[in-house]
């Protein structure tokens, strides 16, 4: 995934505007406003979560505003998400490049840039492995933030980085629970437990793999109750933090 930052308007795919329910300006963008009145016909108020999408001259591809909900009520998991619905409506459209105008809604600029960038990968999140039929929209390739200046773009670029690293880990868990049980025994569990643990451990994490006999040891009757069911041994698996 190319995550990126800009000073300058979009090339290609989708332009994302927020705003807040019922107000009259669009957040970091008073000059672009009047986009405000493009989307009337589509009932778009700036309601949480909601999006509106169309054409404007000098800018290729979409302009899509995504609503944040009432002001008073805005929170960091509320830009999370509706960068989530934006981008869901960005790939709706066949665009695969979205661009975020930075809102600069609380003055953190790390916090705002993950939130909107981990909730943009998380929204671009597809599980097609056992699928016939292809997905007919295009995969997002690539996230940007324009900013007003490039020393606010660094800063930016910092809160993008951190949400790729959670979203890589919220991605992996989702591939992991995605799978059919019979791809993904206990044993192939454990082995990936393994290997996390060991790309881990500088940073702290470490890993314990119980096999049958020492589930039976520690008397976790429950758990052999589930796993009598199954051709396959359990495993228990104890991976632990420790900064």
Do not use: W
């Amino acid at each position: 995934m190319n995550l990126f930052t800009t000073t300058a308007l979009p090339k290609t795919g989708t332009f994302v505007l927020f705003a807040f329910e019922n107000e009259k300006a669009l957040l970091g963008a008073a000059e672009f406003s009047s986009f405000l009145g493009e989307v009337k016909d589509q009932g778009f108020t700036g309601k949480e979560y909601s999006t509106a999408a169309f054409k404007t001259p000098g800018i290729p591809g979409f302009v899509v505003l995504a609503g944040l909900g009432k002001k008073d009520q805005f929170s960091l998991e509320k830009l999370r998400k509706t960068a989530c619905a934006a981008v869901k409506k960005s790939l709706a459209l066949n665009q695969a490049q979205v661009l975020f105008l930075f809102p600069d809604i609380v003055g953190q600029t790390i916090v705002e840039a993950q939130a909107i960038t981990e909730g943009a990968l998380l929204g671009s999140y597809r599980f097609d492995k056992y699928k016939s039929t292809q997905n007919p929209n295009p995969a997002l390739s690539g996230i940007g933030i324009k900013t007003r200046s490039s020393d606010a773009g660094a800063i930016v670029k910092e809160g993008m980085q951190l949400a790729q690293l959670f979203a890589d880990a919220t991605t992996f868990v989702r591939d992991l629970v995605n799978e059919p049980p019979s791809d993904l025994p206990p044993q192939r569990i454990g082995k990936i437990a393994q290997e996390v643990a060991r790309q881990g451990k500088s940073s702290g994490i470490s890993v314990k793999i119980f096999n049958k006999q020492k589930i039976e040891k520690m008397g976790m009757g429950a758990l052999l109750g589930v796993s009598r069911g199954s051709a396959e041994p359990p495993v228990f698996v104890h991976l632990h933090y420790k900064p």
